[in-house]
């Protein structure tokens, strides 16, 4: 059975930096597409970053240039390095594992960014 479990939200600053990391049970990133996606207040899960099972990545527009996304095969761990925070960037970010056609989810890790 896939499992997914976000760690590292947390409170910062405008400006300041998070690393979020995602540990995937039950498949192989290596083979399989993952990604990180967020969801604010009254607003649509939006796709964040994602990564291809080669190592292809790609980015929102308002994301580009800030944040970074990597994948670490040997452990089957997603991370994504958000730098240069912005208040807009507060939402709940969700890490999503792909496998067998099927998407599963972690539980999600608030991040909140204040100015």
């Known amino acids: 059975q896939v499992q997914v479990v976000e760690f590292g939200g947390g409170l910062v600053q405008a400006g300041g930096s998070l690393r979020l990391s995602c540990e995937v049970t039950g498949t192989s990133l290596s083979i399989n597409p993952a990604g990180w996606y967020r969801e604010a207040p009254e607003n649509r899960r939006e796709l964040v970053a994602g990564?291809?099972?080669?190592?292809?990545?790609n980015y929102a527009d308002s994301v580009k240039g800030r944040f970074t996304i990597s994948r670490d095969n040997g452990k089957n761990m997603v991370y994504l390095q958000m730098n240069s925070l912005k208040p807009e960037d507060t939402a709940v970010y969700y890490c999503?594992?792909?496998?067998?056609?099927?998407?599963?989810w972690g539980q999600g890790t608030q991040v909140s960014v204040s100015s």
């Open positions: 990564i291809s099972s080669s190592g292809g990545t």
């Open positions: 999503s594992a792909n496998s067998r056609s099927r998407v599963y």
